[in-house]
């Protein structure tokens, strides 16, 4: 029995020796988690939930946009269309758009593409646009437009002047474009047929029968240009006999307010030197002299006449109309008839009361005063009268105001006797 104790003893020491070291061995397996050994941390349901919401919040809708024109600068009004259709979001089926034009709250389309008009001219203006997904997540992006003014491109006016339109062969005419305008410094350009005849803004030409269309074109520094044309008529001389003048007539005015003043000119040829003039209005000669300025004032249509005589006697006559009306302050008013009453409208038995009408008005002064009792004449043509009534009823007691020119106004006060 010893023997088995002896051999037994150890046998169960060796065995438990075994169990205690395998017993550590296992406990130095287990490490407690940390971030040197972050594949030991198993996350809790809760741990991972959380991380799933943080990635489907952080995952915003990805924003992209094309615009025609391309370019997002244009002249007022500028229209351009904005095109966010390739936008993308990597969780979401669906996307929302919202346009807002000037950032000012307001949606103009809830569409993937959209058309903008800006009328007013500025810098920096603002689109607005707000995408967001099935999930709640939004993407926001303004987009800048710049709407300018147009450079507007200024065109020269070009202005061709013919000191004479008309007359016998072998006489001056002098070209004039100097009345041209730009803001630019002007060139200048004459042709004949296609011929370049000058670059001169004025200059003479002596001329044979035959009819002449002169061309200006006007250029200015930036290239830009205008034409205008005039036409000169020539008449050949006859040999051996006299031809009556010919006479180009022009007034700077032809209408305007009186008084206003009027420059009158001429230009006439002849084929017979010492010519004579002789202006007429209403049969009244104005001026013996080619050109003169007069003042008209008074209304009316009048033909300004202009007779040129040569030294052998032959004449020409030339008419121009010109019309002068009156300014609106100047028109002639009507009156304005006015009565003050001094005593009582309405009585027992018998009224008396005086009527006045000097405060009746007109602008050049009233000149007649009418008192009518209903229908019937009172005779009365002072500016006052009094009238007396005794008999029990109304009467209808009128004024009538006249001007210099005949217009009227009346007044009607009601008389009552009870």
């Given at each position: 029995?010893?023997?088995?104790?002896?051999?037994?003893?150890?046998?169960?020491?060796?065995?438990?020796?075994?169990?205690?070291?395998?017993?550590?061995?296992?406990?130095?397996?287990?490490?407690?988690?940390?971030?040197?050994?972050?594949?030991?941390?198993?996350?809790?349901?809760?741990?991972?939930?959380?991380?799933?919401?943080?990635?489907?919040?952080?995952?915003?809708?990805?924003?992209?946009?094309?615009?025609?024109?391309?370019?997002?600068?244009?002249?007022?009004?500028?229209?351009?269309?904005?095109?966010?259709?390739?936008?993308?979001?990597?969780?979401?089926?669906?996307?929302?758009?919202?346009?807002?034009?000037?950032?000012?709250?307001?949606?103009?389309?809830?569409?993937?593409?959209?058309?903008?008009?800006?009328?007013?001219?500025?810098?920096?203006?603002?689109?607005?646009?707000?995408?967001?997904?099935?999930?709640?997540?939004?993407?926001?992006?303004?987009?800048?437009?710049?709407?300018?003014?147009?450079?507007?491109?200024?065109?020269?006016?070009?202005?061709?002047?013919?000191?004479?339109?008309?007359?016998?062969?072998?006489?001056?005419?002098?070209?004039?474009?100097?009345?041209?305008?730009?803001?630019?410094?002007?060139?200048?350009?004459?042709?004949?047929?296609?011929?370049?005849?000058?670059?001169?803004?004025?200059?003479?030409?002596?001329?044979?029968?035959?009819?002449?269309?002169?061309?200006?074109?006007?250029?200015?520094?930036?290239?830009?240009?205008?034409?205008?044309?005039?036409?000169?008529?020539?008449?050949?001389?006859?040999?051996?006999?006299?031809?009556?003048?010919?006479?180009?007539?022009?007034?700077?005015?032809?209408?305007?307010?009186?008084?206003?003043?009027?420059?009158?000119?001429?230009?006439?040829?002849?084929?017979?030197?010492?010519?004579?003039?002789?202006?007429?209005?209403?049969?009244?000669?104005?001026?013996?002299?080619e050109n003169f300025n007069y003042t008209l004032n008074k209304v009316g249509v009048f033909n300004v006449e202009l007779t040129v005589t040569d030294s052998e006697q032959l004449t020409t006559t030339k008419i121009?109309?010109?019309?002068?009306?009156?300014?609106?302050?100047?028109?002639?008013?009507?009156?304005?008839?006015?009565?003050?009453?001094?005593?009582?409208?309405?009585?027992?038995?018998?009224?008396?009361?005086?009527?006045?009408?000097?405060?009746?008005?007109?602008?050049?002064?009233?000149?007649?005063?009418?008192?009518?009792?209903?229908?019937?004449?009172?005779?009365?043509?002072?500016?006052?009268?009094?009238?007396?009534?005794?008999?029990?009823?109304?009467?209808?007691?009128?004024?009538?105001?006249?001007?210099?020119?005949?217009?009227?106004?009346?007044?009607?006060q009601i008389v009552t006797v009870n």
């Amino acid at each position: 029995m010893q023997y088995l104790h002896n051999n037994i003893g150890p046998s169960i020491f060796r065995l438990s020796s075994i169990i205690l070291f395998i017993i550590v061995i296992s406990g130095c397996d287990k490490r407690p988690a940390t971030l040197d050994n972050p594949s030991t941390i198993q996350p809790t349901a809760t741990t991972l939930d959380t991380q799933l919401k943080t990635d489907q919040t952080n995952l915003t809708p990805l924003i992209n946009f094309t615009s025609s024109p391309s370019t997002l600068t244009g002249i007022a009004p500028f229209s351009v269309t904005i095109d966010a259709s390739t936008s993308i979001d990597p969780k979401a089926k669906n996307l929302l758009f919202a346009w807002d034009q000037f950032n000012d709250g307001s949606i103009e389309s809830t569409q993937s593409s959209h058309t903008f008009v800006f009328d007013q001219v500025g810098l920096n203006q603002i689109i607005t646009l707000n995408v967001s997904d099935d999930l709640g997540n939004i993407s926001t992006t303004n987009i800048k437009v710049d709407v300018i003014e147009a450079l507007e491109k200024k065109q020269p006016q070009a202005v061709a002047f013919a000191s004479a339109t008309s007359g016998y062969a072998h006489f001056k005419v002098t070209l004039d474009g100097s009345n041209s305008t730009d803001e630019n410094q002007l060139t200048y350009s004459w042709t004949q047929n296609s011929q370049l005849v000058s670059t001169s803004a004025v200059f003479d030409a002596f001329l044979t029968a035959g009819t002449y269309n002169f061309e200006l074109t006007v250029t200015n520094s930036k290239g830009n240009f205008s034409v205008d044309q005039v036409t000169v008529e020539v008449i050949a001389v006859i040999p051996d006999k006299n031809q009556p003048p010919i006479i180009q007539l022009s007034a700077d005015v032809i209408s305007g307010e009186i008084p206003f003043n009027i420059s009158f000119s001429s230009h006439s040829s002849d084929d017979k030197d010492g010519m004579t003039y002789s202006w007429m209005l209403d049969n009244t000669q104005l001026s013996n002299t080619e050109n003169f300025n007069y003042t008209l004032n008074k209304v009316g249509v009048f033909n300004v006449e202009l007779t040129v005589t040569d030294s052998e006697q032959l004449t020409t006559t030339k008419i121009i109309t010109v019309t002068a009306t009156d300014s609106i302050q100047n028109i002639d008013q009507p009156p304005v008839a006015n009565i003050q009453v001094n005593g009582l409208l309405t009585g027992n038995n018998s009224v008396s009361v005086t009527f006045d009408a000097s405060k009746s008005t007109d602008d050049r002064n009233v000149i007649t005063f009418q008192w009518l009792i209903g229908d019937v004449d009172t005779g009365s043509n002072t500016s006052s009268f009094t009238g007396n009534f005794s008999i029990v009823g109304q009467y209808n007691i009128t004024l009538i105001v006249t001007d210099l020119s005949g217009q009227q106004d009346r007044i009607t006060q009601i008389v009552t006797v009870n």
